[in-house]
Nanobody, 120 residues
Framework: QVELVQSGGGSVQPGGSLKLSCAAN??????????MAWYRQIQGQERELVST???????TYDDSVKGRFTISQDLVKNILYLQMDNLKTEDTTVYYC????????????WGQGIQVTVSS
């Protein structure tokens, strides 16, 4: 089945940077998806959409991260990335990558989640 494996989380001070990766296996080529996305889930809140990207590179961002985060993908290596710059304490949470498998159900395949912590 399609699998998404995340890496790249960690702890940084405010203003620092992290880069998250989401590697898809051979059953889930990013180029064939209807979209890839990054979500995050802050404690006590529903999972929220952070950024999306299509196979042709069109992207969207939540206002809270616009200008600070950059979504990208390597269609040859089959890896989705999220470059996070100028991190703020409120960015602290678990981040998930997700794929829209073109089933009509939206983003229905998820990575395992990875912790990002921003603190002094």
């Amino acid at each position: 089945q399609v699998e998404l494996v995340q890496s790249g989380g960690g702890s940084v001070q405010p203003g620092g940077s992290l880069k998250l990766s989401c590697a898809a296996n051979e059953y889930g080529f990013i180029s064939a998806m209807c979209g890839m996305a990054w979500y995050r889930q802050i404690q006590g809140q529903e999972r929220e959409l952070v950024s999306t990207i299509t196979a042709d590179g069109a992207s969207t961002y939540d206002d809270s991260v616009k200008g600070r985060f950059t979504i990208s993908q390597d269609l040859v290596k089959n890896i989705l990335y999220l470059q996070m710059d100028n991190l703020k304490t409120e960015d602290t949470t678990v981040y998930y990558c997700a794929a829209d498998l073109c089933t009509g159900w939206g983003y229905n395949r998820w990575g395992q989640g990875i912790q990002v912590t921003v603190s002094s």
